[in-house]
């Protein structure tokens, strides 16, 4: 991971606005008050998986979980970069928990998004490395609690530098809040506009939680996919390469 990347990821885990949240008239208020009680609070998550990976899906935020493995403000900025950059415990998709214990039922959003990558890349894809998952608020909340009020200021002070810092070929957005964010529709496809004047696709697709069809083989017509997985392919890493 390069410096700026790091810089980023830091930048996020440790939002300034953390400061400010007891303010009731700040965005992040609710949202970072939904911990209130948690034992070990839980930072913000950047995003999970290399930030080189070629396939990026984007949801609204992470889902909180009190017994997860996830840093907590204590720990150091190596470990932060160590931890959201290595992405998924070996259990995924279940989560690792704090005590060592593996839960043993499976992540429900992990599952699909594992599936939609399958999909997409045609071969069993490696999690944290084919592909990674980032979000448009990143305190961790459940049901989206306090996203609505979070959005915009979140989007504002971090997307643009994680998209960015992230190298990612094609972006997935995840739900109706992701989507409506950033500007596509479930079955629309997007180019992105990119700086090196590569080619990057949006698409989107239906929260895995939706009561509706959310495959991309029921959203997409498979000849437009056919760009995307060709780049996706010509841009895996293999196992034997670093971080850049």
């Known amino acids: 991971m390069d410096e700026q990347a790091k810089a ?30 948690n034992p070990v609070p839980q930072i913000p998550e950047p995003w999970r998986g290399r930030i080189d990976a070629p396939l990026m899906f984007v949801s609204s935020n992470p889902s909180l979980d009190p017994g997860d493995d996830s840093p907590s403000v204590t720990v150091s900025d190596a470990e932060l970069v160590d931890y959201f950059d290595r992405g998924f415990p070996a259990c995924f998709p279940r989560i690792r928990l704090r005590n060592g214990q593996v ?18 890349w045609q071969v069993a894809p490696r999690p944290g490395i084919d592909f990674a998952i980032t979000e448009l608020v990143h305190c961790k909340s ?9 959005i915009d200021h979140c989007v504002d002070r971090h ?42 696709w949006l698409l989107a697709l239906p929260h895995p939680g939706a009561a509706v069809p959310k495959t991309f083989q029921s959203c997409y017509a498979g000849v437009d996919l056919v760009p995307l997985r060709d780049a996706l392919l010509a841009n895996r890493i293999s196992d034997a390469d670093p971080q850049p």
Request: with cysteine; hydrophobic share 40%; charged share 25%.
């Open 8 to 37: 980023t990821l830091i930048s996020v885990a440790r939002c300034a606005d953390l400061l400010t949240a007891s303010d009731r008239q700040r965005p992040c208020h609710r949202i970072v008050h939904e911990q209130h009680g």
């Open 103 to 120: 839960r043993t039922r499976p992540v429900y959003f992990w599952t699909c998004v594992l599936a939609r990558a399958a999909e997409l």
């Open 142 to 150: 459940l049901r989206q609690r306090g996203v609505k009020e979070a």
């Open 159 to 200: 997307w643009g530098e994680v998209k960015i810092a992230s190298k990612a070929r094609v972006f997935v957005a995840l739900g109706e809040l992701a989507g409506a964010k950033l500007g596509i529709k479930v079955g629309t496809m997007k180019t992105m506009p990119d700086p090196t004047g590569v080619p990057r």
